[in-house]
């Protein structure tokens, strides 16, 4: 079956650098999303794209945020300048379409730790 | 409340019963979803309800769906051990013009103990 993939599964970072979480969507879908979860909370969402744009984002996904779509099967997520406050496990996700029974299936995660 | 919340917070059952974990939400959604995440690990999708219907079977789950009082049900029937693990209703309100964002709840925690 068709699945999320996600590298790192792990990520360890000082303050300030910037880190790059890879995904690779099911291939046939053409919507995609990145959520996280500090530990112990919620998830929460962070963005969608849908046809090289950017279709939502929320509060959290500021200017240190970005994502792209560099090829016909990466979805990246990158964070400038890490803060201590971004180590949380980040998500991957994607859907087929936007309809109201589509699902969206996520991948294992990549956990980040800032230190 | 927030929007997406399930009670109980956790909850702890022998291997063989039936374990119910409710979500309540505030705003009006199109569909609401269920998933499963074992401890740190990732999200697995188990069955989404769409707004016009009321109650959905999957396996050993059954989920509801009560739109006029904006609450849901996941019922696992006959539990199993393996069946330890958080679970999280997740709701999706509308269209943004490109994919739709999920909402999740607090999540339950389940344990089944043998």
């Known amino acids: 079956e068709p699945e999320v993939t996600q590298t790192p599964s792990h990520q360890v970072t000082q303050m300030g650098q910037e880190v790059i979480l890879r995904c690779v969507p099911i291939?046939?879908?053409?919507?995609f999303y990145w959520y996280r979860q500090i530990l112990g909370q919620k998830v929460e969402f962070l963005v969608s794209f849908y046809n090289n744009e950017i279709s939502e984002k929320s509060e959290i996904f500021d200017d240190q945020f970005s994502v792209e779509r560099p090829d016909g099967s990466n979805f990246t997520l990158k964070i400038r300048s890490t803060k201590l406050e971004d180590s949380a496990m980040y998500f991957c996700a994607s859907s087929e379409g936007r309809g109201p029974q589509e699902t969206q299936y996520f991948g294992p995660g990549t956990r980040l730790l800032v230190l | 409340s927030q929007q997406g919340e399930e009670d109980p917070q956790a909850l702890s059952i022998q291997e063989g019963e039936n374990a119910t974990m409710n979500c309540s939400y505030k705003?009006?959604?199109?569909?609401l979803q269920w998933y499963r995440q074992n401890s740190g690990r990732g999200l697995v999708h188990l069955i989404l309800i769409r707004s016009n219907e009321r109650e959905k079977h999957s396996g050993r789950l059954r989920v509801t769906l009560d739109t006029s009082k904006k609450s849901s049900s996941l019922l696992i029937t006959a539990s199993r051990a393996a069946d330890t693990a958080s679970y999280f209703c997740a709701t999706e309100g509308g269209y943004t013009g490109g994919g739709n964002k999920l909402t999740f709840g607090t999540g339950t925690q389940l344990k089944v103990e043998l």
């Open positions: 705003t009006s959604i199109n569909n």
């Open positions: 291939s046939n879908h053409l919507y």
